[in-house]
């Protein structure tokens, strides 16, 4: 997985230029690292399914850094109003769809409890 294609499409996401997108490259190297522990034994760290999902993860996590919430400056008779907060839900969105995307290329590491060995019709019982 190519660290500067996730930095590239997260630009994208984020509505950065490239510059400005080269401040986040930590960020960047991060959700690669991620991304890349999440994987199952033999993916093909190749596909472009993954380099959506660390970009969907560098995103997301930008978001967390930088939105604001919704907040009102007032002086005199002027007021000026700025809406945040969208962008986080946008951005976890779009992780969770990447996420759905590459499930196959990814562990499992959901956790249920399962019974194991009980004899016929002894299930559930203590």
Do not use: N, Y
């Not at 080269?22 to 690292?33: K, M």
């Not at 769809?97 to 559930?124: H, I, K, W, Y």
């Amino acid at each position: 997985m190519d660290r500067d294609s996730v930095l590239m499409r997260f630009a994208r996401m984020a509505g950065l230029s490239g510059e400005e997108a080269q401040e986040w490259d930590w960020l960047a190297g991060d959700a690669v690292s991620e991304t890349a522990e999440l994987l199952r034994a033999g993916a093909d760290l190749a596909d472009p399914r993954l380099v959506q999902l660390a970009a969907a993860i560098c995103f997301h996590r930008w978001a967390l850094l930088e939105d604001v919430e919704d907040e009102t400056i007032r002086a005199l008779d002027l007021s000026v109003s700025r809406k945040g907060g969208g962008r986080r839900g946008r951005a976890e969105a779009l992780r969770r769809e990447a996420a759905v995307r590459a499930a196959g290329l990814l562990r499992d590491q959901r956790f249920s409890f399962r019974q194991a060995g009980s004899a016929p019709g002894t299930a559930g019982r203590f």
